[in-house]
């Protein structure tokens, strides 16, 4: 069975940055495709960042595109999000998701395992 366990997150300063990890243990972690989602109070769940299997694809949510990046490091069996220049409207819960697409899913309901989450809040 798929276990996704994130950390990283965190309270830190407006314009300040954060990695965000997520480990994969129970199955071959280079199977998987592998997705961030963030999901702000009162708010749905929403892609930021997915990349594939072998890191030759990557999808960035457009209001992320050159703050946030995602890669992978397989023989880690880890997938990472950095985050740069975070403001307040960045605060959420985290989450990292995993399928076995070969392209890497936009949505939801395309990922069959979840981690718990990992909160981040940026403060002005």
């Known amino acids: 069975q798929v276990q996704l366990v994130e950390s990283g997150g965190g309270a830190v300063q407006a314009g300040g940055s954060l990695r965000l990890s997520c480990v994969l243990s129970g199955r071959f972690f280079s199977d998987y495709t592998m997705g961030w989602f963030r999901q702000a109070p009162g708010k749905e769940r929403e892609l930021v960042a997915a990349?594939?299997?072998?890191?030759?694809?990557?999808r960035h949510a457009d209001s992320e595109k050159g703050r946030f990046t995602i890669s992978r490091d397989n023989a880690k069996s880890t997938v990472y999000l950095r985050m740069n220049s975070l403001h307040p409207a960045d605060t959420a819960a985290y989450y990292c998701?995993?399928?076995?697409?070969?392209?890497?899913?936009?949505?939801?309901?395309?990922?069959?395992?979840w981690g718990p989450g990992t909160h981040v809040s940026p403060s002005s």
């Open positions: 998701a995993a399928d076995r697409s070969l392209v890497p899913p936009a949505t939801e309901a395309s990922y069959d395992y």
């Open positions: 990349i594939s299997r072998g890191a030759s694809t990557t």
